[in-house]
């Protein structure tokens, strides 16, 4: 690619994984800022798509410019829950029904999945804090939910879904109230279906009672943070909640849980958006005008099973190739055989950005 002779419209773009591919915690991993600086030198347009949460864009945005030494704007952001967005006014049509968030804020609370789940437009929101408030017998002694802001619960409170933002401070009471809610009648709190455990009925009566539907964030088993082996991640607690749904449903009782982060087809759905309309605002594009969509998007990450997976199955409904590039300095050693082979696997962010560029087609 010499850049001399080309049109500064890219036709190819980045997805870029944060943890394990730009910062370890909060360190940064070599090259992560010349890579960056290289991006904005060059126009090339790019996301940062990461399964991490628990924070606004706008927020995350900004502490990533200040960690990075490069402007992200909140419209390159995508994060594990993002695409909850899609659950306000799509078929699901949430936006006045009542949900449960689940997750933490920066500070530990429950308030701060309640303040990004309002940030999407969802209207209709209580958390965990409101539900120990209404009744403490719930749990005792909720040590983690004690913060201050309370939303008092109606009457005959009907959730109609549960957005689990990211991982809970303290599983137990949360993994309670799912568990009751999703044996519940009509997702009332306080109240058991009859129709539970009836095998004369699809899913042996289980689910059959007008439940709230679970939708996950992400599900990454672990993720890597300054210590030195991987941490629990969003997908330990789902594998808690399965594990406790099987325990009381018994075997044959499915658990439809719905994921909304990598790898699945409507995060990576979400990120080519975001990454096309991020690439029409470098360009400075007024509404209405036309631009080919990108004939190519890297996604670069350390997980074989979200970053490469995702991107490998993703079939772009504009006809965008995505293509895989595996890095070393996260969850794969570099040595051990994966299970979904990437397009390509290199030491770091520097190497697969050669990659691309000699990829690209341009
Ligand atoms: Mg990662």
């Given at each position: 690619?010499?850049?001399?002779?080309?049109?500064?419209?890219?036709?190819?773009?980045?997805?870029?994984?944060?943890?394990?591919?730009?910062?370890?915690?909060?360190?940064?991993?070599?090259?992560?800022?010349?890579?960056?600086?290289?991006?904005?030198?060059?126009?090339?347009?790019?996301?940062?798509?990461?399964?991490?949460?628990?924070?606004?864009?706008?927020?995350?945005?900004?502490?990533?410019?200040?960690?990075?030494?490069?402007?992200?704007?909140?419209?390159?952001?995508?994060?594990?829950?993002?695409?909850?967005?899609?659950?306000?006014?799509?078929?699901?049509?949430?936006?006045?029904?009542?949900?449960?968030?689940?997750?933490?804020?920066?500070?530990?609370?429950?308030?701060?999945?309640?303040?990004?789940?309002?940030?999407?437009?969802?209207?209709?929101?209580?958390?965990?804090?409101?539900?120990?408030?209404?009744?403490?017998?719930?749990?005792?002694?909720?040590?983690?939910?004690?913060?201050?802001?309370?939303?008092?619960?109606?009457?005959?409170?009907?959730?109609?879904?549960i957005l689990v933002?990211?991982?809970?401070?303290?599983?137990?009471?949360?993994?309670?109230?799912?568990?009751?809610?999703?044996?519940?009648?009509?997702?009332?709190?306080?109240?058991?279906?009859?129709?539970?455990?009836?095998?004369?009925?699809?899913?042996?009566?289980?689910?059959?009672?007008?439940?709230?539907?679970?939708?996950?964030?992400?599900?990454?088993?672990?993720?890597?943070?300054?210590?030195?082996?991987?941490?629990?991640g969003l997908g330990?607690?789902?594998?808690?909640?399965?594990?406790?749904?099987?325990?009381?449903?018994?075997?044959?009782?499915?658990?439809?849980?719905?994921?909304?982060?990598?790898?699945?087809?409507?995060?990576?759905?979400?990120?080519?958006?975001?990454?096309?309309?991020?690439?029409?605002?470098?360009?400075?594009?007024?509404?209405?005008?036309?631009?080919?969509?990108?004939?190519?998007?890297?996604?670069?990450?350390?997980?074989?099973?979200?970053?490469?997976?995702?991107?490998?199955?993703?079939?772009?409904?504009?006809?965008?190739?995505?293509?895989?590039i595996l890095v070393?300095?996260?969850?794969?050693?570099?040595?051990?055989?994966?299970?979904?082979?990437?397009?390509?696997?290199?030491?770091?962010?520097?190497?697969?950005?050669?990659?691309?560029?000699?990829?690209?087609?341009?």
């Amino acid at each position: 690619m010499a850049s001399s002779t080309l049109s500064p419209i890219r036709s190819f773009g980045f997805a870029l994984d944060i943890d394990g591919t730009l910062l370890r915690g909060s360190t940064l991993l070599p090259n992560t800022i010349s890579t960056l600086q290289q991006f904005q030198r060059d126009n090339i347009p790019f996301v940062l798509f990461t399964n991490s949460g628990g924070d606004l864009e706008a927020s995350k945005a900004k502490k990533l410019s200040e960690l990075l030494g490069t402007h992200i704007s909140p419209k390159q952001v995508v994060l594990g829950h993002s695409p909850f967005a899609a659950l306000v006014d799509g078929r699901e049509d949430l936006r006045h029904k009542p949900i449960l968030v689940v997750g933490s804020g920066l500070n530990g609370d429950s308030e701060g999945p309640r303040r990004i789940a309002q940030s999407y437009g969802f209207e209709n929101v209580y958390t965990l804090t409101d539900i120990l408030a209404a009744c403490p017998a719930i749990w005792p002694n909720p040590h983690s939910y004690t913060d201050a802001n309370v939303r008092q619960l109606p009457n005959n409170l009907q959730f109609r879904a549960i957005l689990v933002f990211n991982n809970p401070l303290d599983w137990a009471p949360v993994l309670q109230i799912i568990i009751e809610l999703l044996l519940s009648r009509d997702g009332q709190l306080g109240t058991e279906s009859s129709k539970n455990g009836n095998t004369e009925l699809p899913n042996d009566g289980f689910l059959q009672d007008n439940q709230p539907q679970v939708y996950f964030s992400s599900t990454d088993l672990s993720w890597n943070s300054e210590y030195p082996v991987p941490r629990l991640g969003l997908g330990s607690f789902r594998a808690a909640l399965e594990g406790t749904w099987k325990a009381f449903a018994g075997p044959n009782a499915k658990l439809n849980v719905v994921e909304l982060g990598k790898p699945s087809h409507i995060a990576f759905a979400f990120a080519e958006t975001a990454l096309e309309m991020w690439r029409r605002e470098m360009l400075m594009l007024e509404k209405g005008q036309e631009l080919l969509p990108l004939k190519k998007v890297f996604m670069v990450g350390d997980s074989p099973a979200t970053d490469i997976r995702g991107a490998n199955d993703f079939v772009s409904p504009q006809g965008t190739i995505w293509d895989s590039i595996l890095v070393k300095t996260g969850l794969w050693d570099g040595k051990s055989k994966v299970q979904y082979a990437p397009s390509a696997a290199v030491e770091g962010i520097k190497a697969a950005v050669e990659y691309a560029i000699k990829n690209c087609g341009e």
